[in-house]
């Protein structure tokens, strides 16, 4: 029988973690995905050994694992094998390889998620075949995942990408310090603050309540004026840093992904013409900004190709 070369991908977040099995050629054989254990690191980890452990018995007789890909909400750290991941409880400077590699049998290659996004969306998504891509990730927080010239960048410090610390008030606030400008200002843990802080009625709650950006959005959908103009700044605050992005990296494509571009409000064309007022004026107008095509599986087959790359 002839054997087919195969590895398994693991796309951790801190709400959810998602295993899959992957052929060469981006065919997924199986797909699972668990809540995150937020218990332990040991007991989350134990919980991914035992995902890609199911994963690896899955696999049909004639595929071959050959290499386990990780992508980390958080720092990967390549100089000292550590991960932080803030989202994670026990997260922090973890020696997660060392600990993977008492419990799994293949080799096992790290990364950050937003490496795993824009690596995915190059190789099966909407920025298929390109090498100069910028992936902007807004959920919970912002990041960016770099291809520069066909290859990643990741930095002096694998900090390459933590774009929510870009400056864009220049009237600075206290809650800069914890997460950032720009995710403070844009990101969907702003939005649902900034309606909770003007707008506790939207849900119809009698009393006030925290909104999640999701609520907030869909009261702009259905005409809340407040609402509105939340979302209206993020868009602006979302124009201006692509714009900057764009303007130092010079893309051919920017892909927007995660949970607010999936929220159902029509961003996509107020952060182009966002973009066309504040980016350098050759390098605005040619590069393409688009919407993830991989969408919540971008970071898993980006796992699976950092994975083959290194295998």
Known sequence: MNSRHGVIALDIGGTKMACGVFLEDGTLLCHKSAATSQESAIRSVDQIAGLVNEAIEQCPRDVIAAALGVVVPGWVNRKDRTVWAPNIAGWDRLPLEKMLSGLISIPIVLDSDRSGYVTGECWLGV?????????????????AGILADGRLVHGHDDLAGAVGWMALNPSYRDLYAESGCFEAEASGTAVGRKGTASMPSATGASSIQALTAREVIDAALRGNMQAG?????AVSYLGMGVANLISTLNP???????????????MIDAIRREVLRWAQPIAGPGVRIELSALGDKAGLYGAARIALDNC
Do not use: H, N, W
């Not at 920025?127 to 990041?143: E, K, M, S």
């Open 229 to 233: 103009k939340i979302v209206q700044e």
């Open 127 to 143: 920025a298929r075949g390109l090498r100069d891509v910028v992936f902007v990730a807004v959920g919970t927080g912002i990041g």
């Open 252 to 266: 051919e494509m920017v892909v927007l992904g995660g949970g607010l571009f999936q929220s159902g409000y029509p």
